[in-house]
T-cell receptor, first 114, second 116 residues
Framework: ETGVTQTPRHLVMGMTNKKSLKCEQH?????MYWYKQSAKKPLELMFV???????ENNSVPSRFSPECPNSSHLFLHLHTLQPEDSALYLC?????????????FGSGTQLSVL | AQSVTQPDIHITVSEGASLELRCNYS??????LFWYVQSPGQGLQLLLK??????LVQGIKGFEAEFKRSQSSFNLRKPSVHWSDAAEYFC??????????????FGKGTKLSVKP
């Protein structure tokens, strides 16, 4: 148990659906992240939030919309996704967003887009 | 631009044998260096990290890594592998001196299988 909880664990959606991924951390951290993990590709940083403010958007398509209502919760809203968006989406947190901080990861949401 | 290379996609070792996973990086200055492990169906867990000082770093689960500036390497080692070490291992490099997590780059990973 890492202290970072992601729901749902698995999600299957059609290209016209709208769904949301949820992440919650119980570690008192101030920074939260969304990563995309695809087969045979390096882990890709998508978004960074520090003290609820977005500090990084790694050129992510607008069909992915993050929301961070407070330092403990992070959402990723999905709409009109493409099959190539199928991947494992990992949430992580750290004390702050400095480069020397240890990341704590959730178990991920395995997303399949049909 | 910084980059990380893990040359081995998949390694198989026998239980009890020693292990070395390779990681090479490209970065202009001394970077932050990390090794993370991912068990099946799980997120990543930090094994160890290097920022400065002693170039031999001890981590959890009996792992260690050595930073070699001259070779731009940060190889992960374990003297005796256990079946529970079967997982995927990721090397990552980050910007030192005030860099943010947005500068953290992960390698593609090395999958470790352990034979009984």
């Amino acid at each position: 148990e890492t202290g970072v909880t992601q729901t749902p664990r698995h999600l299957v959606m059609g290209m016209t659906n709208k769904k949301s991924l949820k992440c919650e951390q119980h570690l008192g951290h101030n920074a939260m992240y969304w990563y995309k993990q695809s087969a045979k590709k390096p882990l890709e940083l998508m978004f960074v939030y520090n003290f609820k403010e977005q500090t990084e958007n790694n050129s992510v398509p607008s069909r992915f919309s993050p929301e961070c209502p407070n330092s403990s919760h992070l959402f990723l809203h999905l709409h009109t996704l493409q099959p190539e968006d199928s991947a494992l989406y990992l949430c992580a947190s750290s004390r702050d967003d400095k480069g020397n901080e240890k990341l704590f990861f959730g178990s991920g949401t395995q997303l399949s887009v049909l | 631009a910084q980059s990380v290379t893990q040359p081995d996609i998949h390694i198989t070792v026998s239980e009890g044998a020693s292990l070395e996973l390779r990681c090479n990086y490209s970065y202009g200055a001394t970077p932050y260096l990390f090794w993370y492990v991912q068990s099946p169906g799980q997120g990543l867990q930090l094994l160890l990290k290097y920022f400065s000082g002693d170039t031999l770093v001890q981590g959890i689960k009996g792992f260690e890594a050595e930073f070699k500036r001259s070779q731009s390497s940060f190889n992960l080692r374990k003297p005796s592998v256990h079946w529970s070490d079967a997982a995927e291992y990721f090397c990552a490099v980050g910007a030192n001196y005030g860099g943010s997590q947005g500068n953290l780059i992960f390698g593609k990973g090395t999958k470790l299988s352990v034979k009984p």
